[in-house]
C-alpha cells in the first residue's frame, strides 16, 4: 500500500490526541522509524515495549494515540485523512489558558462531599479529598491526569461516576460504569481521562503498602499538571 502522507510531528514527550478511527483500517509510519521509547494507545492495549508495524495498525472505529518518549522529533505518517476522527481526549486543550486552582469551598457549595476528609489536594484540573482509608478523586470535564506508576503501593479505583476512560496496567476501558473496579499493582502505569464536555468524573481510590505523594514516576505529562 502506498502512503498517503498526512502528516503529524511530535517533539519529545509530546503525544497525539485520542482519536478513534473511522469505518476503514488506519496505518501509521514513524520517521525516523524507530522501535523504542513509543507509547501507544490501540483500541484496549497500552504500549510500551519494542515496537512492531503491527502495533501501528488500528482497525475500523478504534481509539489511538501515539506518545514521543524518544529524545528526537517523529513525524508520524497517516496512509489516509484524519481530520475528521473523533477525539475522546486532548491533552493539551487547555495548555495555553489561564489555569486556576479549584476552590475546594466553592466546590463543596456544588458538589456533596462526605465528612470526615483529613486533607485536600486541589489543582486546576482536579481534587482529591483523602480520607482515612481512602480518596476521592474529581476531575474536570475534558482533561485528565497523567499516564504515571508507584514504587511503593498498590491502588484499587472504583468508579463512582462520570463514565471515564481508565487506562491500567496495558488495558484501558473506555466509558466505565460506576462500581467498576480496577488494580493498578506497583509498577503498572495507570491513568484517568475525563471524556465528558459537562460533568466531572468521580472515582474512589483505595491503596495498600505505603503511601507517599512523592511515590510517583510520570511516564506522560504533558502540561506539567500531574
Keep these: 500500500m502506498v502512503m498517503i502522507i498526512i502528516q503529524e510531528s511530535l517533539t519529545p514527550e509530546r503525544g ?45 472505529n478504534t481509539p489511538y494515540m501515539i506518545i514521543n518518549k524518544s529524545k528526537m522529533t517523529i513525524t508520524l505518517r497517516y496512509n489516509k485523512e484524519i481530520s475528521t476522527h473523533s477525539i475522546l481526549y486532548n491533552p493539551y486543550k487547555f495548555e495555553n489558558n489561564n489555569l486556576k486552582i479549584i476552590d475546594s469551598t466553592e466546590f463543596q457549595k456544588t458538589h456533596e462531599i462526605p465528612e470526615g476528609y483529613v486533607d485536600i489536594l486541589a489543582k486546576w484540573y482536579s481534587i482529591k479529598f483523602t480520607y482515612p482509608q481512602y480518596n476521592l478523586i474529581y476531575i474536570k470535564p475534558e482533561m485528565g491526569i497523567s499516564i504515571q506508576k508507584h514504587a511503593l503501593r498498590d491502588e484499587i479505583w472504583e468508579a463512582l461516576g ?11 476501558y473506555y466509558f466505565v460504569k460506576e462500581g467498576e473496579k480496577f488494580t493498578n499493582k506497583k509498577g ?39
Design 16 to 60: 497525539t490526541c485520542l482519536r478513534v478511527n473511522d469505518s476503514t483500517p488506519l496505518r501509521i509510519e514513524l520517521d525516523p522509524p524507530i522501535k523504542e521509547n513509543i507509547l501507544i494507545i490501540n483500541g484496549q492495549e497500552f504500549f510500551y515495549g519494542k515496537l512492531s508495524e503491527e502495533k501501528l495498525k488500528i482497525a475500523p
Design 162 to 172: 462520570g463514565n471515564p476512560i481508565i487506562l491500567s496496567g496495558n488495558k484501558v
Design 188 to 226: 503498572d502505569f495507570h491513568a484517568i481521562f475525563n471524556p465528558n464536555t459537562d460533568r466531572y468524573v468521580i472515582l474512589k481510590e483505595y491503596w495498600s503498602g505505603h503511601f507517599d505523594e512523592e511515590d510517583i514516576e510520570r511516564v506522560f505529562n504533558p502540561n506539567k499538571y500531574g
